[in-house]
């Protein structure tokens, strides 16, 4: 076994016996140093070879022997050849019998040969794997950024100093509709960039991104186009940056992104901004115009005219307004009561609550009481659950009975508690409950004359007419028939959405003539009729058909006692429209000639029909 492992060694090598001075083994490098000499195995056989120095290899072997191990360098082989500095190892082998040593003679030029060719292959394989491993690191660099390349959301091109692409990322490609071996090689600007999004051609020479590696600068261009292989366009942004080498530009990298989508979400923000600012002025003027309404109406509650009867109206409104007393409106049907119980409750600090109008006029009589206190379910036939009253609706606000004297006697005095005591039970309920409601009322009946003949209560009366407000019939007011009529037409058109017809002097002439039984009601109804039934914006009013108007309510030049005796414009135009149309009744119609209406009158033909033309006859 030892024979077999040093058969193959590079140096010599000796295996003796020292006790015996034996030489057991020597293998084939050491054949080839001692030659035939080694033909002499036994004993004294190492005498043979070290003759001339015996003494050294007597020493070298006790301290093998007795160190394991010992290195000599004064033992020369006899007649050795070689001048090379030699080196003798000897190594002690302990065996079954006895100890053996073996002498390797190594030459020191020849090992110091050997461990630098030995060195250079560590060095060289070494530097191998440091090669791999440096190999492997760019391998691992480049597939990371193939990786982060491909997924980038934004296009990458890479274009060489000709402006042909060398690279493409997967979005790009994906954008773009081609393939990376469609655009790898070609002209980028003649494959998606030739043409302006007007379709006119786009000059490579103009092109912001050959731009880059041209004069070396980073350009950035926010809305162009680059085209899709199936010939539509998309909107892009992009930076072209250059690619340098060694100082030498020698390409670019392009980054670009679609945005299409943008865009439009721009000019749907854009619009809507627009929609916005257009919605916003037209709230501002609607706004300016509802307070320039309120300012020019806020002094009279809605309440239109200029007539004493009016002015004491309204001033009748500020004072009571506040107060917390009862209200009670008289006045004929249609002169603008239920105006004045909402002008008091919006002047009233309870504005911001409810104002309850109750018609005491269209309650069947045995659902007064429910309809005023509100009832318990099962209180009655068809009660089926429980309702509220309109008192405990209006609590904390103002109610309005309108047609108070249609309340029925026996519930009377249930309503004089209530405002009494502000409490009242709901119909089949025994728990009281408390209101706090400021009550108006209104009525186009004499109360006073009802309470004498002993159908409504007196103290329910003197309950309610705490402060009395007298609503004054139209035709007791006609300086503000003008004013009403203009007002209503112009509510009636707004509403009707239709254009404003005029009123003529001839219109208002003839509303004027009228004695309106059915006072403003009547007015509004009648010229909303009439707005409707308009031609050619002009107005026409059916009111020849109507009752005339009462003796002592037409303007006369003969004033009643304490008038001033003055006519207004409009009262004198009523005169004469009436004075001229009596003269062409009188003349069968016929202006001039002799008995004419002309003659009737002492005026000129030519007068006459001027008069007729302007007063609208
Ligand atoms: N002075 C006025 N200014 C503006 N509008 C008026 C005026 N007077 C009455 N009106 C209008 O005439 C219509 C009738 O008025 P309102 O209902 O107030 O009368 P009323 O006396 O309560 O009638 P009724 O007794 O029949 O209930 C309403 O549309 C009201 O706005």
């Known amino acids: ?97 006895g100890p053996l040593v073996m002498i390797t003679i190594a030459s020191l030029e020849q090992r110091r040969r050997r461990t630098i060719h030995q060195e250079a292959n560590d060095y060289h394989r070494q530097g191998l794997e440091e090669w791999r491993r440096a190999e492997r690191f760019f391998r691992e660099i480049e597939r990371e950024n193939q ?62 991104i050959y731009g880059a590696f041209r004069n070396g ?46 865009k439009e979400n721009e000019a749907k923000l854009r619009e809507a901004m627009a929609e916005n600012a257009r919605l916003r002025e037209r709230l501002e003027m609607e706004n300016a115009y509802l307070q320039e309404e309120i300012l020019s109406q806020a002094n009279h509650y809605d309440i239109i005219g200029s007539t004493a009867p009016i002015r004491r109206i309204l001033k009748q409104i500020d004072l009571v307004a506040p107060t917390e007393a009862n209200v009670l409106i008289t006045g004929e049907s249609g002169t603008g009561k239920e105006l004045v119980a909402r002008a008091i409750h919006q002047a009233s600090r309870r504005s911001d609550r409810p104002l309850i109008r109750v018609n005491c006029a269209a309650i069947p009589r045995e659902l007064f009481e429910s309809e005023f206190f509100g009832h318990a379910r099962g209180a009655f036939t068809g009660a089926l659950r429980d309702r509220i009253g309109r008192f405990e609706l209006a609590d904390g606000g103002t109610i309005f009975l309108d047609e108070v004297g249609e309340i029925p006697l026996d519930l009377q005095s249930k309503l004089l508690r209530v405002l009494q005591d502000r409490r009242f039970e709901r119909l089949g309920e025994e728990a009281t409950r408390e209101v706090d409601v400021r009550v108006i009322a209104a009525t186009n009946r004499d109360l006073e004359r009802e309470v004498s003949k002993g159908e409504f209560r007196e103290d329910l009366y003197f309950r309610l007419n705490v402060f009395p407000i007298e609503c004054v019939p139209l035709r007791e007011r006609k300086d503000d028939i003008p004013v009403l009529a203009d007002h209503f037409l112009k509510i009636a058109c707004a509403r009707l959405n239709i254009s404003l017809p005029m009123l003529t002097r001839a219109n208002i002439a003839d509303l004027m003539a009228y004695s309106w039984p059915g006072n403003a009601r009547e007015l509004q109804n009648l010229i909303e009729r009439a707005a409707i039934l308009a031609r050619n914006g002009r107005l026409q009013f059916a009111l020849s058909d109507r009752p005339p108007l009462p003796e002592r309510n037409m303007p006369t030049l003969q004033p009643d006692a304490g008038h001033t005796g003055i006519l207004t414009r409009d009262q004198f135009m009523v005169l004469e429209r009436d004075n001229i149309r009596r003269a062409l009744k009188a003349a069968q119609g016929r202006v001039a000639g002799k008995s004419g209406a002309a003659e009737l009158l002492g005026v000129k033909p030519t007068t006459l029909y001027s008069r007729i033309k302007a007063l609208g006859l």
């Not at 070879?49 to 050294?56: D, N, V």
């Open 217 to 262: 600068t980073v350009n950035t261009v926010e809305d162009e186009c680059f085209w899709r292989k199936d010939g539509t366009s998309l909107r892009v942004e992009y930076t072209s940056t250059p690619i340098e080498d060694n100082g030498a530009l020698v390409g670019a990298v392009i980054v670009f992104r679609d945005i299409s989508q943008r």
């Open 147 to 208: 990786l982060i390349l491909a997924a980038a959301g934004e296009g990458i091109f890479g274009v060489n100093a000709d402006g042909v692409t060398t690279f493409v990322n997967p979005a790009a490609q994906k954008m773009l509709g081609w393939a990376a071996e469609d655009l790898v090689g070609m002209n980028m600007h003649d494959m998606v960039h030739y043409k302006h999004p007007d379709g006119s051609h786009y000059h490579a020479s103009d092109c912001p």
């Open 1 to 97: 076994m030892l024979e077999a492992l040093i058969s193959g060694k590079p140096d010599p090598i000796l295996v003796v016996d020292p006790m015996r001075d034996r030489l057991l083994f020597a293998n084939p490098a050491a054949r080839a140093l001692f030659g035939a000499r080694l033909d002499r195995p036994g004993e004294g056989a190492m005498r043979s070879l070290y003759g001339a120095c015996i003494p050294q290899l007597h020493v070298a072997t006790e301290a093998a022997l007795e160190h394991g191990c010992h290195y000599a360098s004064d033992l020369l082989p006899d007649g050795s050849e070689t001048a090379e500095a030699i080196e003798h190892q000897l190594v002690a082998i302990e065996t079954a019998d």
